[in-house]
């Protein structure tokens, strides 16, 4: 009897570092790895060393894996959901963190829905929230930016309407930068928001080197602080 049951798209959150996945993510997460064998990642090589870690025993050649990144053609992402239609579970991982935030997994998802086909969050780490929990500062009223860009005078232009965004509204502002390039992020904050406006900045979140410190520009301005190729989170509340 042909099976009609449709499957479920699994969102599965993986580590923000390189530290032992089950220190950090719930024992779910193992149920869900050892019961699926479709998956969408951002990275083949990465997500079979992550599945490898969760489930050892986990037979590497029974996975069918599809690389959903900047590369991938949007025409084809409908295809990687087809297994759940013919009645298998998929699995979501993204490259550090909770798919389909401040990720390419959010494209399948909103795929998943428009088919009919129930999607599951697991439970698991976002650097995002993370930091917005330890900065001390507004986490019912917030907003992520992504990437600020990266030409001088645009950038310096966005910090300052954040700063302004998040003085009108008591608005907490989320950024985050592409890791080498963080020190110069750093320095250009202290150089653009007034002395009194709060920064926090959280970086290698849940790692053994995690450092979550909120200050003043002021404040900040005196420091000598270290954040090249270091995963960073910054937070402005004016």
């Avoid at 330890?134 to 990437?147: R, V, W």
Wanted: net charge neutral; charged share 25%; proline share 6%.
């Amino acid at each position: 009897m042909e099976n009609t049951k449709t499957g479920s798209l699994y969102l599965i959150p993986t580590t923000l570092g390189d530290n032992e996945p089950l220190e950090v993510l719930p024992i779910s997460i193992k149920g869900a790895i050892e019961n699926i064998n479709y998956f969408i990642v951002e990275n083949e090589k990465t997500a079979r060393r992550f599945i490898k870690k969760i489930s050892s025993k986990k037979s590497q050649s029974d996975l069918n894996l599809e690389a959903l990144n900047k590369f991938t053609e949007p025409e084809i992402i409908p295809t990687f959901l087809q297994p759940c239609l013919d009645g298998h579970d998929v699995g979501v991982i993204s490259e550090a963190g909770c798919p389909g935030i401040a990720d390419p997994g959010a494209d399948v998802v909103r795929i998943a829905h428009e088919k009919n086909i129930k999607v599951i969050p697991l439970v698991g780490p976002s650097s995002i929230l993370l930091a917005l929990m330890a900065s001390g500062f507004n986490g019912q009223n917030f907003a992520f930016n992504g990437y600020l860009p990266i030409e001088a005078s645009e950038r310096k232009s966005k910090i300052k309407r954040l700063e302004k965004l998040s003085k009108d509204y008591e608005q907490s502002q989320l950024f985050i930068e592409t890791p080498y390039r963080n020190d110069k992020l750093f320095a250009e904050l202290c150089k653009t928001l007034n002395p009194y406006t709060k920064v926090c900045v959280a970086c290698d979140i849940t790692l053994p080197t995690e450092y979550i410190v909120t200050k003043t520009i002021k404040d900040w301005s005196t420091e000598k602080l270290e954040l090249h190729k270091r995963p960073a989170i910054f937070i402005i509340q004016a």
